[in-house]
Structures are given as structure tokens and as C-alpha cells.
């Protein structure tokens, strides 16, 4: 499975299965994602990436992967974990995977409703 950025300046390559497929609502990723960003991870070692990548740390348990050229947000890791989040909406064709969840629900916007019979973590 490869991805890149819009701008093609960030490209990667995932090369194990990756899991957990899920859509996030929380506020940060609404405000980076303008909605809620999905993504599926991978162990760290599974994940290839070339170009630079600006790393962002959004809080103090995780950090945020970004394009410096058109700022696509693509990676999120936790400090303590050794996995791996990539942008489902980053990946060139199809991904072959299906989302299994709603995360930080509680956080979702007023301006759209989650209906797809998919479990709800608030």
C-alpha cells in the first residue's frame, strides 16, 4: 500500500496489515482535517517515509506528521507506543480496508451526523 501528500513532496509505503481502522472527531483532528481524519496504523518499523516530514506535537502524549510544502496531515504517533497512524485519504488507489469505529465522538461538529451503524467511542 503506498501514499503520498497532495503535492507529492511526502510519499510512504506501508508494508504491514495495517488495523484498527477508524475515523477520528476529536478537535484537533477536525481543525487539521476541516471534518474528522481517518486513518488505520501499523507498527512503526511497517511504515516507510520519504521526503520531510514536519513533525508537529500536538499535546503531550502524541505528535502530528505533516507535508512543510502543502501542509497534508498524514501520520500521528503516540510517544509511548510503537505504532503508527497514516491518512487513509492519503493512500494512491484503494486501501482494501473498511472502518471499524468512531473515535472521540463526544468532540464530533454540530454539523453532521455519524450514521453508518459503525460502534461510537465518545
Known amino acids: 500500500m503506498n501514499g503520498s501528500c497532495a503535492c507529492g513532496t511526502i510519499r510512504f509505503t506501508v508494508t504491514g496489515q495495517p488495523r484498527k481502522a477508524s475515523a477520528c472527531h476529536c478537535t484537533q483532528c477536525r481543525k487539521m482535517s476541516g ?26 502524549s502524541a505528535r502530528r506528521g505533516l507535508c512543510p510544502t502543502c501542509g497534508a496531515f498524514l501520520f500521528w ?42 460502534e461510537q467511542k465518545p
Open 35 to 60: 471534518y474528522a481524519w481517518s486513518s488505520a496504523q501499523v507498527p512503526t518499523s511497517a511504515l516507510s517515509i520519504t521526503g520531510p516530514v514536519a513533525w508537529f506535537a500536538s499535546s503531550d
Open 77 to 118: 504517533k503516540a510517544h509511548d507506543e510503537d505504532l503508527i497512524s497514516f491518512a487513509l485519504g492519503a493512500i494512491d488507489g484503494p486501501t482494501g480496508l473498511t472502518l471499524e469505529k468512531h473515535i472521540f465522538t463526544a468532540d464530533k461538529g454540530d454539523y453532521y451526523t455519524i450514521a453508518d451503524g459503525l
